[in-house]
């Protein structure tokens, strides 16, 4: 017995989460006329433009919505395209790609001239965290950050890994894994235990947010000892140090506290690739 298409697409979402796949649910939400699709009719699009399953439309749709799935994709936010006859949108004093009060247009050339309007929403991983060390504050981050929403990975001595109650992974020395997640941080809080060789680890990394759990003068101290042995000043300049917020933090919670804050707020206001701090 074939299953109905909706209950396939959501089986579909529900795999690509669990891989951690970045993707789009596109769903139709209003149409007015003749149109292809219907509402509540669903798309799953991958993150290189290809429908996997499911049917929004054809020709005369599916251009306005990959166009803003791509979009979807790159800055995690959702849209609304409505996708109009060039009379309609004209009636409305709108132009095929403008945007307005939160709606994208775009116009519908074909013979059936109906009106459609798609959600697009981004399916983004979890943002990733590594923790390097076994500190008291990389503890205590690691108990407060699977709260709020991030996959996290510890990277402590095996006989310092079961001082962390959950883990998405653990390891065992500091390499970073690899991650589909967009966004990602490493926080380096091994408290004078490896502290050279876990900060060389997360500087070499791709990821480009970096903090150091220490004084200004220890890091200045390590990134001295790792430029003479080679390492890039570019990548050194990464490291935000001492981590997060001044708040005034004095406790291993308090400080985990002003980390993950400092994430939170990178997470949500985002600076540009190249400049992480």
């Known amino acids: 017995m074939m299953m109905p298409a909706h209950t396939e697409i959501i089986e579909l979402v529900a795999s690509l989460k669990a891989k951690g796949e970045a993707f789009v649910l596109a769903t139709v939400v209003r149409t007015v006329s003749v149109t ?4 509540g009719a669903k798309a799953v699009i991958r993150a290189d433009g290809a429908i996997s399953d499911g049917w929004i439309g054809g020709g005369c749709a599916r251009a306005a919505v990959l166009k803003a799935a791509r979009e979807a ?3 995690g936010q959702p849209r609304l395209v409505s996708i109009q006859p060039r009379d309609l949108l004209a009636e409305q004093g709108v132009r095929p790609g403008e945007e307005r009060d939160g709606i994208r247009f775009a116009k519908n050339a074909c013979p059936s001239q109906g009106s459609m309007d798609v959600f697009v929403e981004p399916m983004l991983p979890r943002p990733d965290l590594v923790v390097m ?11 407060m950050a699977p709260r ?18 959950e883990a998405d992974q653990r390891r065992d020395d500091f390499t ?15 408290q ?15 990821i480009p947010w970096v903090s150091f759990v220490g004084s200004r003068r ?10 003479a042995e080679g390492v890039e000043t570019d990548r050194l300049a990464r490291i935000k140090g001492p981590a997060g917020l001044d708040i005034g933090a ?28």
């Open 148 to 165: 709020f929403g991030f996959h996290l990975t510890v990277c402590a001595a095996p006989e310092e890994q079961h001082r962390f109650a």
């Open 73 to 75: 994709l790159a800055d």
């Open 192 to 206: 004078g235990r490896d502290d050279e060789a876990a900060l060389k680890a997360a500087v070499l990394s791709d």
């Open 176 to 190: 970073v894994p690899a991650s589909n997640a967009a966004q990602r941080w490493i926080v380096v809080s091994t």
């Open 250 to 277: 004095i406790t291993a919670d308090e400080i985990a506290l002003s980390i993950l804050a400092e994430i939170i707020s990178q997470r949500r206001r985002p600076a540009p690739a190249d400049h992480p701090k």
């Open 218 to 227: 220890k890091l200045a101290a390590i990134t001295e000892t790792l430029v």
């Open 36 to 39: 292809a699709a219907k509402a």
């Open 133 to 143: 060390g076994a500190s008291p504050v990389a503890i205590a981050l690691a108990e």
